[in-house]
Each structure stands twice: as C-alpha cells, then as structure tokens.
C-alpha cells in the first residue's frame, strides 16, 4: 500500500521562506511523476506543483511561477517543495500526490490524474 506523508508546514511571516517534503513508502516511487496541491479554507483544492519521475519535467501553476519550487530525491523516496517570498493567500493545507500512470512524462494539473494522496499539512502565512 503507497503511503505519502508530508511534512514541513508551520506558522511563517509574509515574505518568509518553507519547504514540505513528501515521504512515499510502499511503491516505486522513481517510476511515477508526483505533484503538489492545496486547499484554502472555504475553497476548493488546486493545482501547485508537478515534476515527473525523473525530475527532468517540472510543471507549475502560473500563478506561482518563481516563487515554488518542486523536486525529487529518489534515493530517499521524497518529494520537496520550496516556497520563497510566502504571502497571506498561500495558506492552506498542502497535499501531495501520486500520478496513476508510471512513468508518465507529461504533467498536468487535473487531479484524475493521481490516485495515491497525503494526509496534507498546513501552512499558514501571516501579514
């Protein structure tokens, strides 16, 4: 059974700095893209981050373009995401997740397309 936990999350200051990591166990971790989402109260969730299994191929909302980062350590079955310059509107609870299809190489944002999902942590940023 695929597990994803994910880590990381707090309480930061506008402008300031975090980086999740997403520990997968259970399943081929190297052979599948995965992707990070997230959910403001009252909202629904939404697309941040993809990278494929390799970490060659990165895809990213545009909205977030140079601020988020997404990669991969393979060896250590984690996905990271990092996130400079935080704003009020970045708070939410941060999902990551796994594609369904192994080895795909095109990324997206649709989450059809991911079928093993995190327990989420929270991020809340403060003006």
């Known amino acids: 059974q695929v597990q994803l936990v994910e880590s990381g999350g707090g309480l930061v200051q506008a402008g300031g700095s975090l980086r999740l990591s997403c520990a997968a166990s259970?399943?081929?971790?190297?052979?599948?893209?995965m992707g990070w989402f997230r959910q403001a109260p009252g909202k629904e969730r939404e697309f941040v981050a993809a990278?494929?299994?390799?970490?060659?191929?990165?895809y990213y909302a545009d909205s977030l373009k140079g601020r988020f980062t997404i990669s991969r350590d393979n060896a250590k079955n984690t996905v990271y995401l990092q996130m400079n310059n935080l704003k009020p509107e970045d708070t939410a609870v941060y999902y990551c997740?796994?594609?369904?299809?192994?080895?795909?190489?095109?990324?997206?944002?649709?989450?059809?397309?991911?079928?093993?999902w995190g327990q989420g942590t929270q991020v809340t940023v403060s003006s």
């Open positions: 990278i494929s299994w390799s970490g060659g191929n990165t």
């Open positions: 259970g399943g081929s971790f190297s052979s599948y893209a």
């Open positions: 997740a796994r594609r369904a299809v192994r080895g795909a190489v095109v990324l997206g944002p649709a989450e059809y397309e991911y079928n093993y």
